[in-house]
């Protein structure tokens, strides 16, 4: 029977809900999600959880690790500490919970899912930091955030100084369409201990600014509107990681790039603006 309004709804029914599973998966695909690697969380929209809320049965509050006041009342679609990609598709309620964030928007609780007794992921913290920056600054549109290990953007934070310059330049030029996706640009944040607050706080300052942050030596995060722009973002800046590898590793000089004037011309037509110290034609020289 359809009910007009105010229709309730399985978890597992609903787009959202598929859409981040079939996302999860195709991280998984790609290679991303060796063993119980990354991590993947959504706001869900208001009218979203209160078709659902029939479903929500709330567990103990316990603390978030971070300060996010401006996430108060929040309910967020978010994989289990320990939990394996590949399984997500086979045992979406085992794999994933959502919580929700108390008034002061310092704990959480579980409302849904992790049916055999797992928390949010280690890297709870970063991803809520960073949901409350995205909230903030794109006025309430950013609702998903992922954490994956492509393994060409980890190769390059070995051989490539760890700067937003840097990376910014260098992956810019070797696609075309990168200045597009990501025309703010991409920080790096330098090696550091994962699953705290303190790496949390240093990606989200990152978040500010950039939809992307490559962390040394680790993986990335990557933040956006819906899931496709996540992923696809994700996936460009691997793509471009792996054709810069490629052309290194033939050892041969550059004999063409993108000059200055084409990325004046990019911008121009795309309508972005390019900020000038990621297109210095200088910078690759410097390396
Ligand atoms: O194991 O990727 O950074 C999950 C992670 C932690
Ligand atoms: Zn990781």
């Not at 049965?57 to 590949?86: C, D, H, M």
């Not at 086979?90 to 409302?111: K, M």
């Not at 200045?179 to 640009?185: C, K, L, N």
């Not at 962390?215 to 819906?226: E, Y």
Request: aromatic residues 10%; proline residues 4%; contains cysteine.
């Amino acid at each position: 029977m359809k009910m007009i309004g105010t229709e309730k709804m399985r978890v597992e029914d609903c787009e959202w809900f598929k859409d981040f599973v079939r996302m999860a998966d195709d991280g998984y695909r790609m290679g991303w999600h060796e063993r119980n690697g990354g991590n993947l969380s959504y706001r869900i929209k208001d009218r979203e959880a209160k078709e659902v809320s029939d479903s929500f049965n709330a567990s103990v509050w316990k603390p978030v690790g971070a300060q996010v006041p401006e996430l108060a009342g929040e309910y967020f679609l978010i994989t289990g500490t320990g939990k394996y990609f590949r399984n997500i598709c086979i045992r979406p309620s085992d794999t994933l919970g959502i919580i929700e964030i108390n008034p002061e928007g310092d704990s959480y609780r579980t409302v849904w899912g992790y049916v055999n007794g797992a928390e949010p992921t280690s890297e709870l913290p970063t991803h809520l930091l960073n949901h409350q920056v995205k909230k903030r600054v794109s006025g309430g549109t950013y609702r998903v955030v992922y954490h994956a290990h492509p393994e060409n953007i980890i190769a390059l934070t070995f051989i490539l100084p760890l700067s937003d310059e840097v990376f910014t330049r260098e992956l810019w030029g070797m696609m075309t369409e990168c200045p597009i996706v990501f025309p703010a640009g991409i920080g790096v944040v330098p090696w550091m201990v994962p699953g705290g607050s303190e790496i949390g706080l240093k990606t989200c300052e990152l978040m500010e600014k950039y939809d992307a942050a490559v962390w040394a030596h680790h993986g990335m995060f990557a933040t956006g509107v819906d899931f496709d722009l996540t992923f696809g973002l994700m996936h460009t800046i691997e793509k471009s990681a792996a054709i810069l590898l490629k052309q290194m590793s033939t050892g041969r000089e550059r004999l063409s790039a993108i000059d200055q004037d084409q990325f004046k011309e990019l911008a121009e037509r795309f309508r972005v603006t390019l900020d000038d110290r990621f297109i210095d034609q200088g910078l690759t020289e410097r390396i």
